[in-house]
DNA sequence: GCCAACGTTGGC
DNA sequence: GCCAACGTTGGC
Protein backbone atom coordinates (compact mmCIF):
# COMPACT_ATOMS: atom_id res chain seq x y z
CA UNK A 1 0.00 0.00 0.00
CA UNK A 2 2.76 2.59 1.09
CA UNK A 3 4.52 1.63 -2.06
CA UNK A 4 1.84 2.42 -4.17
CA UNK A 5 1.18 5.88 -2.13
CA UNK A 6 4.80 6.75 -2.66
CA UNK A 7 4.86 6.16 -6.10
CA UNK A 8 1.43 7.82 -6.94
CA UNK A 9 2.57 11.19 -5.67
CA UNK A 10 6.54 10.46 -6.84
CA UNK A 11 4.46 11.07 -10.44
CA UNK A 12 2.33 13.40 -9.60
CA UNK A 13 2.98 16.90 -11.29
CA UNK A 14 1.71 19.79 -9.41
CA UNK A 15 -1.10 21.44 -11.95
CA UNK A 16 -0.76 25.02 -12.73
CA UNK A 17 -2.05 27.52 -10.58
CA UNK A 18 -5.04 28.70 -12.37
CA UNK A 19 -7.40 31.20 -10.92
CA UNK A 20 -10.87 30.88 -11.69
CA UNK A 21 -13.37 33.24 -10.93
CA UNK A 22 -16.66 33.25 -9.55
CA UNK A 23 -20.38 35.76 -8.46
CA UNK A 24 -21.41 34.43 -4.46
CA UNK A 25 -25.25 35.78 -4.09
CA UNK A 26 -26.72 36.90 -1.36
CA UNK A 27 -29.60 38.94 0.37
CA UNK A 28 -28.50 41.44 2.60
CA UNK A 29 -30.63 41.29 4.50
CA UNK A 30 -29.38 38.06 5.71
CA UNK A 31 -25.80 38.55 4.98
CA UNK A 32 -23.98 41.19 3.55
CA UNK A 33 -20.71 42.74 2.33
CA UNK A 34 -20.23 44.62 6.14
CA UNK A 35 -21.62 41.46 8.00
CA UNK A 36 -18.32 39.70 6.28
CA UNK A 37 -15.78 43.32 6.77
CA UNK A 38 -16.82 42.88 10.35
CA UNK A 39 -16.41 39.07 10.92
CA UNK A 40 -13.38 37.66 12.79
CA UNK A 41 -10.39 38.02 9.66
CA UNK A 42 -13.08 38.92 7.48
CA UNK A 43 -13.43 35.66 6.71
CA UNK A 44 -17.02 33.30 6.72
CA UNK A 45 -18.25 30.28 6.00
CA UNK A 46 -20.46 30.46 3.04
CA UNK A 47 -23.26 28.30 4.09
CA UNK A 48 -26.68 27.37 3.51
CA UNK A 49 -26.84 27.25 -0.65
CA UNK A 50 -29.43 24.80 -1.03
CA UNK A 51 -29.29 24.21 -4.86
CA UNK A 52 -27.67 21.78 -6.49
CA UNK A 53 -26.26 23.21 -9.53
CA UNK A 54 -24.68 25.65 -6.87
CA UNK A 55 -23.58 23.28 -4.51
CA UNK A 56 -21.58 21.06 -7.55
CA UNK A 57 -20.12 24.20 -7.83
CA UNK A 58 -19.34 25.20 -4.11
CA UNK A 59 -17.93 21.48 -3.87
CA UNK A 60 -16.15 20.61 -7.22
CA UNK A 61 -15.16 23.87 -8.62
CA UNK A 62 -13.93 26.35 -5.94
CA UNK A 63 -10.69 25.96 -5.44
CA UNK A 64 -8.07 27.80 -2.93
CA UNK A 65 -7.67 30.72 -4.48
CA UNK A 66 -10.42 31.52 -6.16
CA UNK A 67 -11.57 34.87 -6.48
CA UNK A 68 -15.10 35.87 -5.96
CA UNK A 69 -17.81 39.01 -6.77
CA UNK A 70 -19.66 39.55 -3.87
CA UNK A 71 -23.34 40.67 -4.96
CA UNK A 72 -26.30 41.64 -2.87
CA UNK A 73 -29.96 40.59 -4.47
CA UNK A 74 -33.53 41.86 -4.11
CA UNK A 75 -32.48 45.89 -2.92
CA UNK A 76 -30.58 47.51 -4.58
CA UNK A 77 -29.19 44.93 -6.16
CA UNK A 78 -25.36 45.30 -7.04
CA UNK A 79 -21.65 43.86 -6.92
CA UNK A 80 -20.35 45.25 -3.79
CA UNK A 81 -16.52 43.86 -3.60
CA UNK A 82 -14.76 40.93 -3.76
CA UNK A 83 -13.26 37.92 -1.74
CA UNK A 84 -11.03 35.49 -2.34
CA UNK A 85 -11.48 31.24 -1.71
CA UNK A 86 -9.68 30.51 1.43
CA UNK A 87 -10.93 27.13 2.12
CA UNK A 88 -12.41 24.97 -0.97
CA UNK A 89 -16.15 23.03 -0.66
CA UNK A 90 -16.80 20.90 2.51
CA UNK A 91 -19.79 19.73 4.10
CA UNK A 92 -22.15 22.13 5.23
CA UNK A 93 -23.28 21.32 8.98
CA UNK A 94 -25.75 23.87 9.02
CA UNK A 95 -27.61 21.10 7.65
CA UNK A 96 -27.50 18.93 10.37
CA UNK A 97 -28.26 20.98 12.66
CA UNK A 98 -32.29 21.32 13.54
CA UNK A 99 -31.96 25.19 14.49
CA UNK A 100 -30.61 26.25 11.85
CA UNK A 101 -33.15 27.96 9.23
CA UNK A 102 -31.04 25.42 6.87
CA UNK A 103 -31.83 22.43 8.34
CA UNK A 104 -32.30 19.69 5.85
CA UNK A 105 -33.53 16.38 7.38
CA UNK A 106 -32.22 14.30 4.39
CA UNK A 107 -28.76 15.31 4.61
CA UNK A 108 -26.74 13.86 7.02
CA UNK A 109 -22.83 13.89 8.64
CA UNK A 110 -21.93 10.62 6.83
CA UNK A 111 -23.95 11.47 3.83
CA UNK A 112 -23.47 15.35 3.61
CA UNK A 113 -25.73 16.57 0.80
CA UNK A 114 -24.85 19.94 0.84
CA UNK A 115 -21.42 21.86 0.89
CA UNK A 116 -19.81 25.49 1.23
CA UNK A 117 -16.63 27.04 1.26
CA UNK A 118 -14.62 29.83 3.13
CA UNK A 119 -14.11 33.25 1.65
CA UNK A 120 -12.18 35.77 2.87
CA UNK A 121 -13.12 39.69 2.11
CA UNK A 122 -10.67 41.37 0.08
CA UNK A 123 -12.56 44.70 -0.96
CA UNK A 124 -15.75 46.73 -0.64
CA UNK A 125 -16.19 48.82 -3.11
CA UNK A 126 -16.40 52.69 -2.79
CA UNK A 127 -19.43 52.66 -5.27
CA UNK A 128 -21.57 49.55 -5.42
CA UNK A 129 -21.65 48.48 -8.97
CA UNK A 130 -25.24 48.36 -9.52
CA UNK A 131 -27.50 45.93 -11.96
CA UNK A 132 -28.50 48.87 -14.37
CA UNK A 133 -24.81 49.75 -14.58
CA UNK A 134 -23.98 46.15 -15.48
CA UNK A 135 -26.15 46.22 -18.14
CA UNK A 136 -24.83 48.78 -19.64
CA UNK A 137 -21.49 46.99 -20.09
CA UNK A 138 -20.85 46.18 -23.40
CA UNK A 139 -18.23 43.35 -22.46
CA UNK A 140 -20.39 42.08 -20.08
CA UNK A 141 -23.60 41.00 -22.81
CA UNK A 142 -22.98 37.50 -21.78
CA UNK A 143 -22.57 37.12 -18.10
CA UNK A 144 -24.60 34.99 -16.58
CA UNK A 145 -25.79 37.11 -13.70
CA UNK A 146 -27.66 39.20 -16.58
CA UNK A 147 -29.50 36.71 -18.43
CA UNK A 148 -33.08 36.36 -18.23
CA UNK A 149 -34.50 34.40 -15.33
CA UNK A 150 -30.85 33.52 -13.93
CA UNK A 151 -31.09 32.87 -10.08
CA UNK A 152 -28.20 30.96 -9.53
CA UNK A 153 -26.63 31.78 -6.32
CA UNK A 154 -23.10 30.33 -7.45
CA UNK A 155 -21.98 31.59 -11.16
CA UNK A 156 -18.76 31.31 -12.94
CA UNK A 157 -17.58 34.39 -14.15
CA UNK A 158 -15.50 34.87 -17.02
CA UNK A 159 -11.71 36.37 -16.64
CA UNK A 160 -12.72 38.76 -19.17
CA UNK A 161 -15.65 39.78 -16.81
CA UNK A 162 -13.98 40.06 -13.93
CA UNK A 163 -11.44 42.40 -15.49
CA UNK A 164 -14.20 44.67 -17.00
CA UNK A 165 -16.20 44.59 -13.46
CA UNK A 166 -12.98 45.64 -11.29
CA UNK A 167 -11.84 48.10 -14.19
CA UNK A 168 -15.37 50.20 -13.83
CA UNK A 169 -15.21 49.42 -9.87
CA UNK A 170 -11.97 51.37 -10.18
CA UNK A 171 -12.88 54.21 -12.28
CA UNK A 172 -16.91 55.03 -12.24
C1' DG B 1 -46.94 43.87 -4.26
C1' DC B 2 -46.71 41.70 -8.77
C1' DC B 3 -45.23 38.24 -11.51
C1' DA B 4 -41.87 35.66 -14.58
C1' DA B 5 -38.68 32.06 -14.32
C1' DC B 6 -37.04 28.15 -12.15
C1' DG B 7 -36.71 24.15 -8.99
C1' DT B 8 -38.92 20.55 -6.31
C1' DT B 9 -42.52 17.42 -5.02
C1' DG B 10 -45.66 13.89 -5.52
C1' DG B 11 -49.67 11.58 -7.80
C1' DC B 12 -50.39 8.66 -11.47
C1' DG C 1 -41.10 9.04 -16.41
C1' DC C 2 -44.54 12.69 -17.03
C1' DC C 3 -46.35 16.83 -15.52
C1' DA C 4 -49.41 19.74 -12.60
C1' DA C 5 -49.17 22.07 -8.43
C1' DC C 6 -46.66 24.43 -5.41
C1' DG C 7 -42.69 27.05 -3.45
C1' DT C 8 -38.81 30.25 -4.06
C1' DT C 9 -36.05 33.78 -6.13
C1' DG C 10 -35.47 38.23 -7.32
C1' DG C 11 -36.14 42.24 -10.61
C1' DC C 12 -39.17 45.88 -11.13
Known amino acids: MAGIKQRLESTQETPPAMTSYWLLKTEPSSYSIDDLAAAPEQTTHWDGVRNYQARNMLRDELQEGDRVLLYHSVKN ?32 PENPRWYMV ?47 ILAKAKAP
Not at 94 to 104: G, H, N
Not at 130 to 137: F, G, K, V
Not at 148 to 164: I, N
Open 118 to 164: DVRLDEKFEQPLTLAELREMKKLQEMELLRKGSRLSVQPVRKAEWTA
Open 77 to 108: PAIVGTATVVRSGYPDPSAWDKRSKYYDAKSD
